[in-house]
């Protein structure tokens, strides 16, 4: 019996965590594992092939250089899905921010950014972000050399690394997030704002 107060305490007191954490809910980001877990299986059982995003660039490359490091085996025989899965990326991104982002569908765990601004093109409200251009082409650049760096990216290490309990995957998510944690506590002590 004198376990239960402490039960009950213990529940509280992460109950009050998870609700600092993530005060909209987190049923939004249990829908999104769980469709990015989904997805990452299919993918595996139907190619074997881990469903890593940042190979794509070197399997389109196979496409038009004749460079042996484009040339390789594993980048010939899985462009065309890869290219596929980008455009999934892609096109999926395309039609949230047309039907969700825009309002046109209201779904209950959607909750709108606050940065950026809203604007209509064709009836359809469409958000833009504040963030500038050259800051956007800049972060893109360093995580493209990052992922080369480490071998591969949030979807290949992260979500079928990390599940198939793969160390190198587990060591680079863990260096992903420290640095991706320090550098925005570093520009927000600095006072960048988008």
């Known amino acids: 019996m004198t376990g239960a107060p402490l039960t009950v305490l213990t529940d509280a007191v992460l ?8 005060p909209h809910g987190i049923g939004r980001y249990a829908i999104g594992g769980i469709l990015v877990g989904l997805g990452a ?7 074997g092939i881990i469903a890593g995003a940042s190979t794509f660039l ?22 065309d899905w890869r290219i596929v899965f980008t455009l999934g990326i892609v096109l999926g991104a395309a039609i949230f921010a ?3 982002q ?21 009836g359809v409200t ?11 082409l800049a972060g893109g650049v360093l995580v493209g050399i990052g992922t080369r760096v ?41 006072g960048v704002t988008p």
């Open 15 to 22: 109950g009050l965590a998870v609700a600092d954490l993530f």
């Open 41 to 47: 299986a299919v993918i595996y059982l139907g190619t």
């Open 58 to 79: 070197e399997s389109t490359l196979s496409y038009v250089s004749d460079a042996e490091r484009f040339q390789q085996h594993k980048y010939v025989t899985s462009r």
């Open 98 to 100: 047309v039907t969700v």
């Open 102 to 122: 825009s309002g046109l569908l209201s779904v209950p765990f959607y909750q709108g950014g606050t940065t950026g601004e809203l604007y209509e093109v064709a």
């Open 126 to 136: 469409l958000w833009q972000t504040d963030v500038q251009w050259w800051r956007l």
């Open 150 to 190: 480490g071998k591969g990216c949030t979807s290949g290490h992260g979500v079928c690394g990390v599940g198939s309990v793969s160390q190198t995957s587990i060591v680079n998510v863990a260096t992903f997030l420290f640095v991706a944690i320090g550098t925005a506590l570093a520009v927000q002590a600095m």
